[in-house]
């Protein structure tokens, strides 16, 4: 099942040296909520990292009183499978839908799960489209499941019948 909550992205910004970027990671494990997905890239000369964690309230405040400066914005985390080509599938249903994704990233889980995280122009409507298309995907899995069920029963019946009617 594939499902899309808005959630809070925390920014931290000017993280220079490697051992900085060390301490943040430590902080943010120890501080009691767990990371979601996360990512980092350089800009400028700085490293940037952004995350994604249960509590985020609880991981700023424990960031912000180390020391570091954070930023937060609203963003789309989809809990899905770990399928190749599903998050791809999925951005391009928004962006089809009209709805601009402006930064996207993922962290796969161990147990077989996947969490991608979607910055976009309609948050709202962007977990709405996504809510709907994983209703679509059950029903139609469990309609198929039905029919595979309803003739497997039929093969083990049928003998039966035949002896009945003769």
Request: charged share 20%; glycine share 4%.
């Amino acid at each position: 099942m594939t499902g899309a909550t808005r959630q809070t992205e925390i920014t931290v910004h000017s993280i220079a040296q490697p051992s900085t970027m060390a301490r943040l990671m430590a902080i943010t494990v120890s501080c009691g909520t767990e990371v979601l997905a996360a990512c980092s890239h350089w800009d400028r000369s700085v490293a940037v990292v952004k995350l994604v964690s249960e509590n985020p309230w609880r991981t700023m405040r424990a960031l912000q009183e180390a020391g570091f400066t954070c930023q937060s914005s609203p963003v789309v985390l989809v809990d899905m499978p770990d399928k190749p080509g599903l998050p791809t599938l999925i951005a391009s249903k928004l962006v089809n839908a009209g709805i601009r994704i402006l930064d996207s990233y993922s962290l796969h889980e161990e147990r077989n799960r996947v969490h991608v995280v979607f910055k976009t122009s309609d948050d709202d409507r962007a977990v709405y489209l996504i809510e709907i298309d994983a209703l679509i995907h059950d029903l139609a899995v469990a309609k198929s499941c039905r029919q595979a069920a309803e003739e497997a029963v039929d093969e083990l019946v049928a003998p039966y019948a035949r002896t009945r009617a003769a």
